[in-house]
């Protein structure tokens, strides 16, 4: 996932920068490469101190991708981040400080096999898991995404939105699936966390359907589509025979945002750079005009609500299915319900391909690497629902 995106987002930043914020491209590969550098660190490691490490190199490599535009709505979203991001830290430390002088350990595995007494490590686990709410953005601690995320250049709110913060609920979801001993109190307490992930599901789509600006819209978004992995929780507590299931429905579900979200941030950027204008009833008609950018939206689009044969519609199938299976029907209206959502928020986006606007709009020809680019990134988040699924199906049958 960290590969491929990073290799799309990389190609399409040579064609922007050319052509768009010359000045901050001398500063944004270093950063770029700074950022890939802490993804792949932190998906390495298992000890806790040095997750924390990782997730500062990310956090800050981030907070200075969105201030790198300079202009004034960028460096105020930046520095609201960054002191979430600071106080998010100090929560997580303590955490891990109450970890290592309970236990004198913070290997996650020694960590698994040293846990005698659950309640100390849930005191622990605690503040962790506020920590990594807000660097998840996971409602109520999402408010800092929307400006961070729409504020920046399209390459860094691709990188934003589908890699930073996925690490964050990846730890949490890792401790509390993996490390903590199965428990009757806590599939109660995961109800919380499957709770949080539904407000955020229909709060985060009832605002990107309000919205006027793709980018903004595209960020909460996000936040809906991170409540999806935050649902899947309780399944996993109650389903011995069927975790195997739960966990490839949320590695798929976290692949197929990652590429949708990144190629729609791309071709959003094609369309601020077109029309030099954010809003939704500015966008190009891009049907008419620029075919691999409307495809990049369509097959992204398609991803992200889930419609048959894309990625996100095998991870979506699968999570229902277990839902049905282990009687959580709840869970799966909420996850229909989301994908309806979805329909709403998206399909303005495609309904402005198809608009008429004055010539001035179609004639202004967009780099290729930056088309291709995000064309292609929507167009594995698609193609890889069939291969999973034909994959899956084989396995199944042995």
Request: proline share 4%.
């Amino acid at each position: 996932m960290i590969g491929i995106v990073s290799l799309f987002v990389a190609l399409y930043s040579i064609s922007f920068f050319n052509v768009e914020y010359k000045r901050q491209g001398r500063f944004f590969w270093f950063f770029f490469f700074f950022l890939w550098a802490g993804l792949n660190a932190f998906f390495l490691s298992e000890d806790l101190f040095n997750l924390y490490v990782a997730l500062e190199v990310l956090s800050l490599t981030a907070v200075i991708l969105v201030a790198l535009p300079g202009y004034k709505k960028a460096i105020k979203a930046s520095l609201n981040y960054l002191f979430l991001s600071i106080l998010a830290s100090m929560f997580y430390l303590l955490g891990i400080a109450m970890l290592y002088a309970n236990y004198g350990v913070l290997s996650m595995s020694l960590l698994s096999q040293k846990l005698s007494d659950t309640q100390e490590f849930i005191y622990a686990l605690f503040p962790i898991t506020i920590a990594l709410a807000i660097k998840s953005a996971l409602l109520p601690f999402h408010f800092w995404l929307p400006p961070a995320h729409s504020s920046t250049m399209a390459p860094a709110s691709a990188l934003l939105s589908s890699l930073v913060i996925k690490p964050p609920a990846y730890l949490m979801l890792r401790l509390w699936m993996e490390v903590l001993p199965k428990d009757k109190s806590l599939e109660y307490l995961s109800i919380v966390l499957s709770i949080m992930g539904a407000l955020a599901i229909f709060i985060g789509s009832y605002y990107a359907i309000r919205q006027k600006t793709i980018k903004r819209l595209l960020a909460y978004s996000t936040v809906a589509q991170m409540g999806y992995l935050f649902i899947m929780v309780p399944l996993y507590y109650h389903g011995e025979i069927l975790k195997e299931a739960v966990l490839q429905a949320f590695a798929l579900q976290v692949f197929s945002h990652a590429l949708a979200k990144a190629s729609m941030f791309l071709s959003s950027g094609n369309a601020i750079y077109v029309a030099k204008r954010d809003e939704l009833s500015y966008m190009p008609g891009f049907a008419h005009s620029h075919p691999f950018t409307f495809f990049a939206l369509f097959f992204s689009g398609a991803t992200l609500i889930g419609l048959p044969l894309s990625a996100g519609f095998v991870a979506k199938f699968l999570f229902l299915e277990l839902s049905i299976k282990l009687g959580f029907f709840l869970h799966g209206g909420i996850m229909l319900l989301g994908s309806l959502l979805a329909s709403l928020y998206v399909y303005p986006i495609w309904k402005e391909c198809f608009s008429s606007h004055p010539t001035k709009f179609y004639d202004k020809p967009i780099p290729q690497l930056m088309e291709i680019s995000a064309f292609l990134l929507g167009f594995l988040a698609f193609s890889s629902g069939m291969i999973t699924g034909f994959l899956l199906e084989g396995i199944a049958r042995g």
